[in-house]
């Protein structure tokens, strides 16, 4: 290619227009951008339709069978008494609508069953255990000291049940409520009431099942096209975004194109999530090809919208300038398959870019157009998979975001906090026990609710339950100290703005204003499910004004009341947070050391595949299980790592940021590396024993950075960058071959180079064949303590470790 120069456009400061526009844009993105399909706000409306339509059934089925209702004084017994039975039949209303709309709402998010049959069924079993411990309750009501005690002991079972899967993982909550609400009326009702209470639950389990499977039933393929649909228009205005930077690079444009980026690999992560694990299936199964499309189509969309803006500040001719505009145009448009017919022509026009110190503009056009090619095969595949008709009774592929997670055992990380909580380990004071994570937060869960309830009845023995629902929220949806810490902060400050929104909400409306209390009510829910996911604090503002409304409507709201319920609260979720840190503690750490030897092995297996098919031994296309462990372990050890960081400050976050940076980088070169490798016969025989070396090198470097993980040994990291380079240099010679596995070459010495960047951030030596004897440098594949001294930034620099173009 013959460089034509083009002159940088001047950049221009930005106006406050564009800046409020850009800061508009990006809080639509933070608000909606997490929910692709728009599948989890359509599940927090069901819910809200649920909830609505329970408190509805309710309020007519109390009107009309006067359910656990008093009947009236007669006018002997003077008007005080008729004032108080009008009071307890408004309490036990107020109760009543309550427990239809918190029955309703476990309906509508816990049960995510593929089949309506299977959701009827599950919503028709789902109230059992509350009305058994609510009966419970009920029976020792007039046993305080008794009730008190057993509170702690049945949730600590109900967490345990958490082995069982999803099902049980439902099953505590629901013993926490019933067993809540027989206490709170047992001063009203007896335990002979218990049937008109479970005709109640009844009512909201029919609401439930009429709104979820009747109006607004919603099936796995539907959900999934919906969210194809949406991946597939984030991807267009990625590509336009990356043609705004192409044709005028500068800052904003460079700032657009990094945060939709961004926000779109977040997006991939979560849709991810939700389908079906590829892991418990065949190679060639639906899940599994979702899954290898998916992140196909992500890696190869985020190559070219970098290589368009690199190539928008580089030198090209007009001619294929026009070509690059043509290309980036059609995927804005949505037309693939005219950009893959452009790229494959766009590649004709330039020649291979066989010298490894040559143009880079060659390398930077070549890596575009294979970007293309890739982006609009995986693409279509992906959108075909997802439009197919899957058989009846097939498992479900997609499952969508459910606005509550249904505990800490069903995260992405929990094979790696399994593996974390089972094994035994040193600590810095005590040797960390090896304990079953079900069993761990079960032991938890009863030592904090019994705290919570000792230390909150202290304060108020007619609220300590605000101690103990305090408590107990922060073991849901976590999985280790720092998630569960960081819970406990979310309820406090949560609650704090709770008071003060539902404070005023409760001036402005005034008294004798049912019908905009409702509202007040959905509306606050609503949007603190919507919002829990950005933080949970969210959720907790949202139910704390509905609380206001409540008490309001009870007649016992006032200021005092308020800030009672936030001590209440900060004595549970303090009560909580000391407990884990003290009772069998798990640190976000220690997930995240476990969760990054699972990362490493993964790169380790997929670079021994990666020689093998590079050297002519296997079939590239054998590595595509490789690829997707890889995605899965590096989805577990970003999840735990983002856990580990919002708890941590200075040094280790700081060495956490470093840790996901280097791994992110290793990823997306080892994923390029599977697509560079050559469709050709193996290297001749002296350049495959320098390959052979090179992985050999590489290999045992990732067993020191596993080693070191497993505790201190003085381990080294011996860099290989420069045998592939020499490698480079033999390919590219006269009479050596075509030259055809330079881009390969240059993705191994990229992740030689990120990898460096790790075992630094883990203090590991890291050393180079640059500066000393190779038999000094590496002794085997099996014996990874390796001499060397550490290596300069300027040889590292040297090594191989170039910038990410």
Known sequence: MKAVSRPEPAVKGDSWPSRLLDGLSGLGGWLVGPDPGLNRLRTVLCAMATIAGAIGAEWLFVHFTGALLRPSPPAAAGAAAAVRVVAVNHAVLIFALVLGGVVGLTAAISVQDAQPRDQVVSMLVLPVPMIAVMALSLAIASHRVLALCLLPLILAAGTYLRRFGPGGVRVAPLLFTGYLFGFLLGSVITLGDTGWLAAEIGVAIVVAIVVKVGVLHDTSSRALRRTQRSYAARARQLAGLALAAFDEPGPRASRRLYRHKTRLGEATQLIAGQLADPGVAQGDSAAALLHQGLFDSWLALSNLARFAAALGRSPLHTGQRAQVREILASLRDGRCDRARASALAFAETLTAPADPDGDNTEILAHRFAGSVTDFADALSQWLELGARDQPAGAEALFTPAVPLRQGGSLSVTAAATAEASSTAEPGRHLRRVAVAPYVRTAIQVGVAIGAAIAVGDLLSGQRFYWAAIGAFVVFQGTSNTDEQISKALSRIVGTLVGIVVGSRLVDLIGPHA??????????????????????????????????SQLYRELGDFSTA?????????????????????????????????????????????????????FGGEEDAALLQDDTRALNTAYGALASSIQSMRRIQAGGQSQRAGATIVAATSARRYALNLVRDIPPTTGPAADTAALLNRGGQTLQASLASLQSALAGPGGYTYTRSASLFDLIEQRL??????????????????????????????????????????????????????????????????????????
Do not use: C, K, N
């Not at 840190?581 to 993964?602: G, K």
């Open 514 to 547: 049912a019908g905009w209390m409702i509202v007040i009510i959905l509306a606050s829910v609503l949007l603190g499910l919507y919002l829990q996911r950005a933080d949970y604090a969210f959720l907790v503002i949202g139910v704390t004004v509905m609380v």
């Open 561 to 613: 009341l308020l800030v009672q319920r936030l001590e209440e609260t900060a004595i549970g979720a303090t009560v909580a947070a000391a407990v884990v840190l003290v009772v069998l503690p798990l640190h976000a750490s220690r997930v995240a050391r476990v969760a990054l030897r699972r990362y490493l092995a993964a790169m380790a297996s997929l670079l021994r595949h990666t020689y093998a098919a």
């Open 732 to 805: 590219a010679a006269p009479g050596r071959g075509s030259g055809d596995g330079h881009l390969a070459l240059r993705d191994l010495r990229l992740i030689d180079g990120a990898l460096a960047e790790l075992a630094g951030t883990l203090g590991l030596r890291v050393t180079s064949y640059d500066i000393g004897p190779a038999d000094e440098q590496i002794r085997s594949a099996d014996a990874p303590d390796l001499a060397g001294e550490p290596a300069s930034s300027q040889s590292a620099a040297a090594d191989g470790g170039e910038p990410d173009r």
